[in-house]
């Protein structure tokens, strides 16, 4: 018998995940699409805490999506600068973050982001911000939301 959960499954950044990622179900990595226009993107287990992870959920042959966890939250936006016309942001796959892990860098000239809001705090476009992007979280997986 299956119990009921009471984790939240909102879709807006910052998005609470749920405290039960043990229960995932092994599904495909790869981006796949689903009913409607949400966008499989992985397993809540995929994206470790306190890391990120780059997806192609248009299958362009290049991550457009930075999703950043800590803890509990994931916060996701689309990978591309605003200092030079969405420049692709990850200096290798899925590295996205500085040394901390307290800010999303940008590998072309150095921009830093803050991680929760998208906004520029250090380097050469201060004050501009990342477009974010809506996730869902159902079932232990993750979802991109098109809107
Ligand atoms: S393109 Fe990102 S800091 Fe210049």
């Known amino acids: 018998m299956r119990r009921s959960c009471s ?11 749920g405290h039960h990622p043990e229960r995932a179900v092994r599904r495909p990595v790869r981006p796949v ?18 890391g990120s992870r780059g997806f192609d959920p248009a299958r362009t042959g290049q991550d457009t999506v930075v999703v950043v966890r800590r803890g509990e939250r994931l916060y ?3 990978d591309a600068c605003p200092h030079h016309g969405g420049t ?3 200096w290798r796959k899925d590295a996205y973050l500085n040394a901390a892990r307290d800010r999303i860098v940008c590998a072309a000239h150095g921009a830093q982001f803050d991680i929760a809001t998208g906004i520029c705090t250090l380097g050469p476009c201060l004050g501009q911000r990342l477009q974010k992007v809506a996730l869902d979280v159902r079932d232990n997986e993750i979802y991109l939301k098109e809107t």
Not at 7 to 17: E, F, H
Not at 40 to 50: E, I, M, T, Y
């Open 33 to 50: 699409p689903v009913s409607g226009t949400d966008v499989f993107l992985c397993r809540l287990v995929d994206v470790p805490d306190g």
């Open 88 to 90: 692709p942001m990850a």
């Open 76 to 78: 996701a936006w689309r």
């Open 7 to 17: 984790c939240s499954s909102s879709a807006t950044n910052g998005l609470r995940v």
